[in-house]
């Protein structure tokens, strides 16, 4: 089935760009997710990206797909105190119990 | 819309007691799924639904019953509480019709002690 990896831990600057990494293993994923947990909270979807896409930028956030490496990111621009949280990369292939495939998430951690 | 609800927020319970908890939505989602996170495992699925009348189990089954009556509500039914079962519980939904972009909603989450 699909596997999807991210780093446990990310620490940034204040103010600097936070680079968060996803890799997966199924190359027929069609939608790609990026989930924010903050704390005692649910999780809400920051945005996603379909695989026929390259690229998708929404204000701070842009994400990158490179398909032929598997290769997911969330690069998140002015990291601000607010973003302190967990990420959550998921993946949809439509195959599985539940299509949808998450990783272990992301914690990012903002240094002042 | 008020999306998706889950009760109770918080909840302990005692090893061997039983109780249900709720998850309803709104928005006229077929597919509703039920996960448990814990601390560096990240989220497991343990039942879904596809539509009202039909579930099926996900990774982690165990210990856990569904039933889906209606569109609108998911329960997750612990037969008999044990200490492995504390965790954050979270439901979702979303559609499951082709052309869309399969975004999952979910609820606030359940916080469960079991001792």
């Known amino acids: 089935g699909e596997d999807v990896e991210q780093s446990l831990f990310l620490s940034v600057r204040e103010g600097d760009s936070s680079v968060i990494n996803c890799t997966y293993t199924?190359?027929?994923?069609?939608?790609l997710y990026w989930y924010k947990q903050e704390p005692g909270a649910g999780l809400q979807l920051l945005t996603y990206?379909?695989?026929?896409?390259d690229m998708k930028q929404d204000q701070r956030l842009t994400v990158l797909l490179n398909k032929k490496d598997k290769h997911l990111s969330l690069r998140i621009a002015d990291t601000q105190t607010g973003d302190s949280a967990i990420y959550f990369c998921?993946?949809?292939?439509?195959?599985?119990?539940?299509?949808?495939?998450f990783g272990k998430g992301t914690h990012l951690i903002i240094q002042p | 819309n008020a999306g998706v609800t889950q009760t109770p927020k918080f909840q302990v319970l005692k090893t061997g007691q039983s109780m249900t908890l709720q998850c309803a939505q709104d928005?006229?989602?077929?597919?509703m799924s039920w996960y448990r996170q814990d601390p560096g495992m990240g989220l497991r699925l343990i039942h879904y639904?596809?539509?009202?009348?039909?579930?099926d189990q996900g990774e982690v089954p165990n210990g856990y019953n569904v039933s889906r009556s209606t569109t609108e509500d998911f329960p997750l039914r612990l037969l008999s509480a044990a200490p492995s079962q504390t965790s954050v519980y979270f439901c979702?939904?979303?559609?499951?019709?082709?052309?869309?972009?399969?975004?999952?909603?979910f609820g606030p989450g359940t916080r469960l002690t079991v001792t």
């Open positions: 990206i379909f695989s026929n896409m």
């Open positions: 979702a939904s979303r559609p499951t019709g082709a052309g869309g972009s399969y975004e999952q909603y």
């Open positions: 998921a993946v949809f292939s439509g195959g599985g119990a539940d299509g949808l495939t």
């Open positions: 639904s596809v539509g009202a009348g039909i579930t």
């Open positions: 199924d190359s027929s994923s069609t939608y």
């Open positions: 928005m006229n989602h077929e597919y």
